[in-house]
Nanobody
C-alpha cells in the first residue's frame, strides 16, 4: 500500500508562486510514475504533470513553462513548483503515484489564485 499526503496549498495572488508537496509513505519502491492532477471548479479533472521513473516528464499545455514537477527520493516527497499563477489555476491539486501498475491518490490540497 502507498499513502500520499499533500500540503502547501493556499490562497495567492495572480503572478505569485507556490510549491505544493506530496509525502509518499508505505511501499515506496518500484514506483512507475509520480504526478499531479487537478480539479478546477466547474471542470473535469485534468492531469497536470507526470514524471516517469526514467525522468521523462510531461505537462498540461496550459502549465508548460510555469509548473515544474520534481522528486526527492531521500525524503520520499514529490513537489509541484508553480510560478506565475493565474486565476484559472485555482483547483484542488492531487498527487498520484503508480506503483507496479496500481494507482494511488492523495486527498488533495487546495490552491486559490485571485486576480
Amino acid at each position: 500500500q502507498v499513502q500520499l499526503v499533500e500540503s502547501g496549498g493556499g490562497s495567492v495572488q495572480a503572478g505569485d508562486s507556490l510549491r505544493v508537496s506530496c509525502v509518499v509513505s508505505g511501499a515506496v519502491d518500484n514506483i512507475d510514475s509520480v504526478g499531479w492532477s487537478r480539479q478546477r471548479p466547474g471542470h473535469q479533472g485534468e492531469v497536470v504533470t507526470t514524471m516517469l521513473s526514467d525522468g521523462t516528464t510531461t505537462y498540461l499545455d496550459s502549465v508548460k513553462g510555469r509548473f515544474t514537477v520534481s522528486r526527492d527520493n531521500a525524503k520520499n516527497t514529490v513537489y509541484l513548483q508553480m510560478i506565475n499563477l493565474k486565476p484559472e489555476d485555482t483547483a484542488i491539486y492531487r498527487c498520484k503515484v503508480v506503483r507496479r501498475g496500481a494507482a494511488y491518490w492523495g486527498r488533495g490540497t487546495r490552491v486559490t489564485v485571485s486576480s
